[in-house]
């Protein structure tokens, strides 16, 4: 006999804001990273760099902002919002995980066990991203929120420091700068592989949805659209 399903909310409206807010902007900071990166070789001038840069960094803050707030929501959100509910650090996952890879056939109203460690690596790399991106608008193009400092840090007059423009060297003295770009390296070493990370874990994520809605059938994926899954009676939290 065929179980009976019923339509379970499962993602609020904040969770599904986020959500696409935060495909969008990666979407966009992929495309014009990867623009950045090989900048020499598609020959964009100077100031072209600057451009790129600059518009990467104001998606960026809607990233940075969306990400907080979600990270913020997890703490004080409702029901699945929480990481308690979302990230595989509750008492008794590794067992969860276990009877779930080996087959045993467990529909969760959330996330399943692979799905909450695709989160937890997800929102890990994210994190990285942002800081080393914040770390790096401040050295590179002097942004907020550090840009000031590094301007200040740099500058030869520290009274003057609209003086201090990216890729110009009016008003920097050479060795401050030299120490600044030596601090710098390790933030752009992260923010390139983190990248490369992230360009190999979004696709495993959106294959991991689709394997899922093709063996349970629970409309996984319209659910990050509407809110609901459909799920058998007896699904778990
Ligand atoms: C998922 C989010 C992000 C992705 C996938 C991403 C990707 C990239 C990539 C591929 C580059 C080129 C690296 C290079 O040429 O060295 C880059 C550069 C840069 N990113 Fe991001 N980024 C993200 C978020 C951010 C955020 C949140 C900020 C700051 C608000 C930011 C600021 C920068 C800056 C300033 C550069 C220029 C670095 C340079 O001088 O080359 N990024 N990003």
Do not use: C
């Not at 940075?64 to 979302?86: D, M, P, Q, S, Y």
């Not at 009877?99 to 460690?117: A, C, M, R, T, W």
């Not at 700068?177 to 992260?190: N, Q, V």
């Amino acid at each position: 006999m065929s179980q009976q399903f019923s339509a379970v909310f499962v993602w609020s409206r904040n969770i599904r804001l986020f959500h696409w807010i935060n495909v969008t902007a990666i979407f966009l900071l992929i495309v014009i990273g990867v623009i950045i990166l090989n900048s020499k070789m598609l020959g964009v001038s100077v100031d072209g760099k600057i451009l790129l840069k600059t518009i990467h960094v104001y998606i960026g803050y809607i990233f940075a902002v969306n990400l907080l707030v979600r990270i913020v929501l997890g703490f004080v959100g409702k029901n699945h919002e929480r990481w308690n509910k979302t990230l595989p650090f509750q008492l008794g996952f590794t067992k969860e995980l276990k009877d779930f890879s080996q087959g045993e056939k467990i529909i969760y109203q959330g996330h399943n066990p692979v799905g909450k460690l695709m989160v937890a690596a997800l929102l890990f790399f994210l994190s990285v991203q942002m800081i080393s991106g914040l770390v790096i608008a401040g050295t590179d193009i002097y942004y907020p929120p550090f840009g000031e400092y590094f301007a200040e840090y740099i500058a030869i007059d520290k009274a003057d420091l609209a003086a201090i423009k990216p890729y110009s060297k009016t008003n920097v003295d050479e060795e401050a700068y030299k120490a600044m770009r030596t601090f710098r390296k390790p933030f752009i070493t992260a923010h390139v592989y983190s990248f490369y990370t992230l360009l190999f874990l979004i696709p495993l994520h959106i294959f991991g949805v689709i394997f899922t809605e093709r063996k349970e059938r629970t409309s996984v994926v319209s659910a990050m659209i509407n809110g609901y899954k459909h799920l058998p009676k007896n699904s778990k939290e």
